[in-house]
T-cell receptor, first 114, second 116 residues
């Protein structure tokens, strides 16, 4: 089982639609969670951190369910500029004491259509 | 504020050659991470440096190595290049706070390596 799993998509939605992405992680000791966005042939950019109580940033809402080890990202009123690959990212503690690293899901591709 | 910078932007090498990639972190960041992203695939963690030392290593062969300098910039070296090393190599920096539970990484634009 992969440490971080995402539905690869692609998701093709019309402008104005609401779309939701899901992600599951395998390590219950994970403490930090993020959504990154990666445009074609570009570097990943932080979209938002995900907090236990859930958080919202404009049209974007992130939720965390620790019991189910599940993270979600909801995008409302989709724009053409939202077309990208969305990466679910989890900070998974390693065996090396305080060593930490981010593990990236393989990403979910979104295309918003005019 | 300047972001993470990487050089070169593009590189073409042949099998068996060696390559050195460079990364300068955001000012004040002490941690540098290296990732490999082959075309159409996800990010694979390679190496993590903090305060000049290697802190963690991904599941990569020994021909991948690197170092971090006193100014926190970093190099990634790949020896005996193979065709499958062709990828986008991304560097990210972060500020490692003791006891921090949230540690955000910021990426550079990457170096595209093509091995022929």
């Amino acid at each position: 089982r992969k440490e971080v799993e995402q539905d690869p998509g692609p998701f093709n939605v019309p402008e104005g639609a609401t779309v939701a992405f899901n992600c599951t992680y395998s390590n219950s000791a994970s403490q930090s969670f993020f959504w990154y966005r990666q445009d074609c042939r570009k570097e990943p950019k932080l979209l938002m951190s995900v907090y236990s109580s859930g958080n919202e940033d404009g049209r974007f809402t992130a939720q965390l369910n620790r019991a189910s080890q599940y993270i979600s990202l909801l995008i409302r009123d989709s724009k053409l500029s939202d077309s990208a690959t969305y990466l679910c990212v989890v900070n998974i503690p390693t065996l090396k004491g305080s060593a930490r690293q981010l593990t990236f899901g393989s990403g979910t591709q979104l295309t918003v259509l005019p | 504020e300047a972001g993470v910078t990487q050089s070169p932007t593009h590189l073409i090498k042949t099998r068996g050659q060696q390559v050195t990639l460079r990364c300068s972190p955001i000012s004040g960041h002490t941690s540098v991470y290296w990732y490999q992203q082959a075309l159409g695939l996800g990010l694979q963690f390679l190496l993590w440096y903090d305060e000049g030392e290697e802190r963690n290593r991904g599941n990569v062969p020994p021909r991948f190595s690197g170092r971090q300098f006193p100014n926190y910039s970093s190099e990634l070296n790949v020896n005996a290049l193979e065709l499958e090393d062709s990828a986008l190599y991304l560097c990210a920096s972060s500020l490692l706070l003791r006891q921090a539970l949230q540690e955000t990484q910021y990426f550079g634009p990457g170096t595209r390596l093509l091995v022929l």
